[in-house]
């Protein structure tokens, strides 16, 4: 009896999301394995459409002929069976699409490079051996990781799930290349983990992160074992990357949002950096958070999972206070000086005030001074890098002056006296540490409607602040309250928590999820009412959108909040509603299908 080829066809239309089934023919029998690339017809439009060979089967599922695979492209197996069991869960939990998913897992095809890699592995068909999915023991060091205790290491080997909190200090683990204590951290996990005969995931918000990762593990020895799946290289090095992790040595993976879907059958961690940055939210369909796909990744495969930061999201404080993690802090405890200030009495309102700029003054007799500003350019109101650079160039004229921005962004700076004025998240790593710096504008970023601005401004400035030099003043400017003292006593778990409790009583997230739904009115009114027939909790709107409809139709959008404990059923009930959507949107044969355009996006960080 002929096998059947069960194919994810590549097609954006929700209705293809499942797997169709296909006859192996003979001349394909030894090719024909599970993850490989093939193409096979689509009898209704008449033409051949990639996909990828999902598995095996000796029956077929539809009652009438088959059609046979046309080809298999490669005999490279790119869709590993961990990675394809996790973009089938990631879709169903968002009400999306596994191919949605598989483009973010899985780079393009460079052809050289894919030849390359097959010539060095005769035999890349190969499937992986029984044991391989889950982690394999192994030899493990018993030295505890630098600035913990013995807990760390006993978790991550046990296969426990962490929330950390990040030593705020530089390591030098070269001469002259400085990084973040929290990549050392990290760093020492990943190696303690291959050493054991297992893989690890380690993501990261940018690429300056993934730099000082990548600085850390060599420091290590670990560059024989790293695979760095960056989305700023040429796609044939990132391919590369990606081919090196489908074999059984174990490695080292590093990389953006997208690396928690790299293939690794024994994995013994994944860990992300400071999960409470926005770039970790994925911006494409089906739009799920980093945090939440190694949440179900480390669910799935086992191996230790590590939440680090220097300031805790409030996702990663309810995941606490559900036992789901359990907090680490260093030992003994690591805190920076952090000094609140504001103005003399009598004194005038300014942006910096006199107590700041004679911290400031002091510190650079022995190093740079660190300024953080809240936006680029030359802001009129005084508030930007550039109009800021030139007033402390005229305030201390014999100093040298260095920015750090979007436009001119930079990762280092050395150990000499100078003012480097940086926007957020651009802050250059100062050989030793910063003598001082400074925090302005907090008290005006403070203002801006949203509810996770305060979150925002704790995370930026605590991630500023682990730049200092040991001892060296943080200089809190014009802010005052609850997440000052956070900062101040380097406590940034309570305001986490206050947070928490407060969406509790609203009903906001992360206490709840809740789902958007966008498009046109006739469209969300019956995604709405399909919505209503699972457990929810309530329907806000629909209202008008800023959204513009690509036939130039009014836009509406709605928010259902409901329960974790119901997420599947919301989910299956506002998928059903996309494929009727897009299936009502039909044209004519012969004539081009528009997309849909009743968007679904659960767990919006930008609905409230």
Not at 1 to 21: E, K, T, Y
Not at 49 to 68: H, M, W
């Amino acid at each position: 009896m002929a096998r059947v080829a069960r194919v994810l066809v590549d097609s954006p239309l929700p209705q293809l999301d499942r797997l169709f089934d296909y006859l192996i023919p003979a001349s394909l029998e030894d090719a024909a394995v599970p993850g490989v690339r093939v193409t096979v017809p689509l009898r209704s439009a008449g033409r051949l459409a990639a996909g990828l060979l999902v598995e095996i089967g000796e029956s077929a599922s539809f009652a009438g002929p088959l059609a046979a695979l046309e080809s298999v492209v490669s005999p490279a197996r790119v869709l590993q069976s961990e990675v394809w069991t996790l973009a089938r869960r990631v879709a169903d939990r968002q009400a999306g699409s596994a191919n949605d998913v598989l483009r973010l897992a899985i780079p393009p095809r460079a052809v050289r490079v894919e030849k390359a890699w097959l010539a060095a592995h005769p035999h890349p068909a190969a499937p992986r051996s029984p044991e391989s999915t889950s982690p394999a023991p192994g030899r493990v060091d018993s030295g505890d990781l630098e600035g913990y205790s013995a807990g760390l290491a006993t978790a991550i080997d046990g296969g426990e799930r962490v929330a950390l909190r990040a030593i705020p200090r530089l390591v030098e683990v070269a001469p002259g290349q400085w990084v973040g204590h929290w990549a050392v951290t990290l760093a020492q996990a990943a190696v303690r983990v291959r050493d054991a005969g297992k893989s690890a995931i380690l993501a990261v918000a940018d690429y300056r992160d993934q730099e000082q990762l990548v600085a850390a593990l060599t420091a290590l020895g670990a560059g024989d074992s790293l695979a760095a799946l960056d989305a700023r290289q040429p796609n044939p090095a990132r391919y590369q990357a990606f081919l090196s992790c489908l074999g059984e040595t174990p490695r080292i993976v590093v990389g953006p949002r997208s690396a928690v879907y790299a293939p690794a059958a024994r994995l013994g961690l994944i860990a992300l950096f400071d999960d409470g940055d926005p770039l970790f939210t994925e911006p494409l369909a089906p739009y799920a958070h980093a945090r939440d796909v190694a949440l179900m990744r480390q669910e799935q495969q086992g191996g230790a999972l590590v939440l680090a930061a220097h300031t805790r999201s409030v996702e990663a404080q309810r995941l606490v206070e559900l036992g789901w993690l359990q907090d680490v802090s260093p030992s003994p405890a690591v805190t920076p000086k952090v000094v609140p200030t504001g103005l003399q009495h009598g004194e005038r309102p300014t942006r910096i005030p006199s107590s700041a700029w004679k911290l400031a003054r002091e510190a650079l007799a022995t190093g740079p001074v660190l300024v953080q500003v809240a936006r680029p350019g030359d802001d009129p109101e005084g508030q930007g890098s550039q109009r800021t650079a030139a007033d402390l160039g005229r305030a201390f004229p014999k100093v040298r002056i260095v920015v750090s921005d979007g436009e001119r962004p930079l990762t280092h700076v050395g150990a000499e006296p100078a003012l480097v004025v940086a926007t957020r998240a651009a802050e250059p790593i100062a050989a030793g540490g910063y003598a001082a710096v400074l925090l302005l504008d907090g008290q005006r970023t403070l203002h801006k409607e949203s509810l996770h601005v305060g979150d925002d401004c704790l995370r930026w400035w605590s991630n500023a602040a682990a730049f200092a030099a040991p001892g060296a003043p943080v200089v809190l400017v014009e802010v005052a309250g609850a997440l000052a003292q956070s900062l101040v006593l380097w406590r940034q778990d309570t305001w986490a928590a206050a947070q928490l409790a407060d969406r509790r009583q609203l009903g906001f997230p992360p206490a709840v999820r809740l789902a958007t739904i966008t498009g046109r009115p006739d469209q969300v009114r019956a995604a709405v009412a399909a919505a209503k027939e699972a457990p929810i909790r309530d329907v806000l709107g629909p209202e008008p959108h800023a959204a513009t409809h690509p036939g130039g139709e009014a836009v509406e959008r709605a928010i259902v909040r409901f329960d974790y404990a119901h997420g599947a059923e919301v989910a299956t009930a506002l998928r059903g509603a996309v494929v009727r959507s897009a299936q009502a949107g039909r044209r004519p044969a012969g004539r081009t299908r528009p997309a849909p355009t009743l968007r679904v996006k659960f767990d919006d960080p930008d609905a409230l």
